[in-house]
């Protein structure tokens, strides 16, 4: 994993905190936009959508490159991996999570396949019922 | 993927935008802590360190319990992998980079190998045992 400054982290998941930065991405996916691109989806004036791409820029989450008169915008994929590096590193709990429900559900299939009358509730036979929680013995 | 709500996705990165955040969370991942053991790190009052924890509890990234008089704070690891699951869209963008830089390295050996002028002098030697030291012919 790239371990990134504090600051640099900070300012790349302080970028991705916004929908409208987090839609910029988004289209950036698909290929190269320039300014007014990325500002045309949005009812926003050129300005404010200049202070959005500023903030993805500075973060290191895109790279902008004038031509002429025109500022293209790039998507710059580091920061972004750095960013689920991050993140990767808590996979584990939710992995384990996911395996606890994944056992609870094969579980419950393998408990349904052997005894199928637990199938439709009215086929269901009151005798194999376990004592209810609480329940004295 | 999960799909969030954009706010729920605003929260969640807005939380992570901050080193101490981020360290509250790093703690968290080895256990449950009071709100008092995760503000003993740092440098900060308990009100600040409240904040950030605050912070942290509406992004859904934590999950705090009264027990008596004691708040004790516990991973919530849902909303880190929303997120993780948000930046994975990206993945092909940095995977794409690292497949062409192993590709360059593979051609780089690749030519390495076919031209041996360019090894070093100590392995272009084609002798497979070199006379011992001190040993007379």
């Known amino acids: ?10 300012s ?34 050129l300005a404010a959508a200049s202070k959005h791409i500023k903030a993805l820029e500075s973060a290191g989450l895109i790279r902008r490159e004038v031509r002429g008169r025109t500022h293209h915008c790039r998507l710059e994929p580091g920061a972004l991996a750095s960013a689920h590096a ?26 349904e396949t052997l005894s199928p009358k637990t199938l439709s509730p009215k086929t269901l036979s009151p005798k194999k019922q376990s004592p209810k929680k609480g329940e004295d013995r």
């Not at 993140?87 to 408990?111: C, G, H, M, N, P």
């Open 1 to 10: 994993m790239v371990e990134l400054q504090a600051a640099q982290l900070d």
């Open 12 to 45: 790349i998941f302080h970028a991705l905190g916004d929908a409208t930065r987090r839609q910029m991405l988004r289209d950036l996916s698909e290929g190269e936009r320039t300014v007014g691109e990325l500002a045309q989806p949005f009812a926003i004036s």
């Open 86 to 111: 991050w993140l990767s590193f808590y996979q584990r709990f939710w992995s384990e999570r996911l395996d606890r429900l994944e056992r609870l559900l094969r579980e419950e299939t393998a408990r």
